[in-house]
């Protein structure tokens, strides 16, 4: 594990040949990821839906390191262009981090059709998306990783979440299935469900008062871990809560 090999005083372990795609990677933890994979050696095509964020991700890294891919995953034909143009990029495909998500908080009654339908779409429909386009070259390369970043709302519903809730839960079912799926092509398939992250999502301070939540970071840590795990080993569901959370 990372961790130990720094207290052991190890070199962590190289990723110079590794091609990854992470969507919603411009910001927050998807960034965190980018980062933590690009530091590693990976190249990594980011996904997201505004182009200014993405150039401004894509400049905080080394020239050739990182391409700012500008899709909807909640489009079929977006999320399999981003795919392509990752593998015209850096040549195939290893990982796939699908972290791209979407929070809309109201209670059902008042949430809009339009407004279910992104977080939908985003949250959900989107990663089925980007596994299906994905699957493909991950199988041409003879393995690789598909880590698709949950919540823990995922099994813990809340009032005014019914729609990201819901989103969450279904990716962990879809999560535990593809698992079953791919597992015999090499192809790992984990998720992880952390609790509260100091991220502005859902237009939400990620700032003020939350040195107790979870940091980006610490997620990409995880998934750090998880694409350097021994293959002969599936760490397939990791829950992520803060230590000590807010009374």
């Avoid at 505004?50 to 894509?58: F, N, P, V, Y």
Wanted: hydrophobic share 45%; aromatic share 6%.
């Amino acid at each position: 594990m990372a961790n130990d090999a720094k207290t052991m005083g190890l070199e962590p372990a190289r990723l110079d040949s590794t091609v990854a795609v992470v969507t919603g990677g411009s910001r927050g933890i998807g960034l965190a990821i980018t980062q933590a994979l690009v530091e590693r050696g990976a190249r990594v095509a980011i996904v997201g839906r505004d182009q200014s964020h993405l150039d401004r991700a894509a400049s905080r890294f080394p020239t050739g390191a990182v391409l700012g891919v500008r899709a909807d995953v909640g489009n079929a034909a977006d999320a399999g262009a981003a795919v392509d143009a990752a593998i015209k990029q850096f040549g195939g495909l290893d990982v796939l981090v699908n972290n791209a998500g979407v929070g809309r908080f109201s209670n059902v009654a008042d949430m809009t059709t339009a407004d279910w339908q992104d977080v939908i779409d985003t949250n959900l429909t989107g990663v089925f998306h980007c596994c299906r386009a994905a699957l493909p070259h991950l199988k041409a390369r003879g393995g690789g990783w598909v880590i698709n970043i949950s919540s823990l709302a995922g099994a813990n519903p809340f009032v005014g979440g019914a729609a990201y809730c819901a989103s969450k839960a279904g990716l962990n079912a879809f999560s535990e299935a593809l698992m079953q799926e791919v597992r015999y092509d090499n192809i790992r398939v984990s998720y992880i469900m952390p609790g509260s992250v100091a991220t502005g999502f859902g237009g939400r301070s990620g700032d003020t008062g939350s040195d107790w939540k979870i940091s980006p970071e610490d997620v990409a840590e995880l998934v750090l871990e998880l694409v350097t795990f021994p293959s002969r080993s599936l760490p397939s569901r990791i829950e992520l809560r803060p230590s000590r959370p807010k009374k």
